[in-house]
């Protein structure tokens, strides 16, 4: 399979920075700004911005947190190339709401000791399907503002 001229300016070294940055930056803003919403309305418990050392190299939470994301905004870049208008935004909320909300109920979870799927408590679901979705769109609006990945459209 080769790879078009279009494929390689999209993937080039300073779209890949500016997806991480967009990531980086929707963590930060839209995720975790939606779960401090969410937290003073004693919707969830945990309120975000927590600077509490994460294993394995003892880096603050949100910072640990705001790194994943930038790295899902990589992802991101190849997932919403060659979506426009609403497929794009579409796109960007239902990936980051099921696609990042999975890996984390069904991967990161199990990993940090937490249980499968959390232990299939819907209300969890539900809050990270919407705390991913805003990371999402989040993620999406940046990566137009940067214009990364080609023209905006």
């Known amino acids: ?28 803003v839209f995720q975790f700004g939606l779960a401090a919403i969410l937290h003073s309305a004693g919707l969830i418990p945990n309120a975000p911005y927590g600077m509490a050392p994460v294993p394995p190299f003892g880096v603050p939470q949100t910072l640990s947190s705001a790194f994943w994301g930038g790295l899902w905004g990589i992802v991101f870049l190849g997932v919403l190339r060659g979506r426009v208008g609403s497929s ?37 679901w539900l809050t990270l399907f919407v705390l991913h979705a805003a990371f999402g769109l989040g993620t999406a609006l940046l990566l137009r503002a940067l214009n990364a990945g080609g023209r905006a459209r």
């Open 1 to 28: 399979m080769t790879t078009s001229g279009a494929d390689t300016a999209v993937f080039s070294g300073a779209n890949i920075a500016k997806a991480f940055m967009a990531g980086f930056a929707s963590v930060l």
């Open 88 to 124: 794009y935004w579409m796109t960007a909320a239902i990936f980051g709401g099921i696609v990042v909300s999975a890996v984390a109920l069904l991967i990161v979870g199990p990993i940090k000791g937490r249980p499968f799927a959390a232990g299939w408590n819907m209300r969890i």
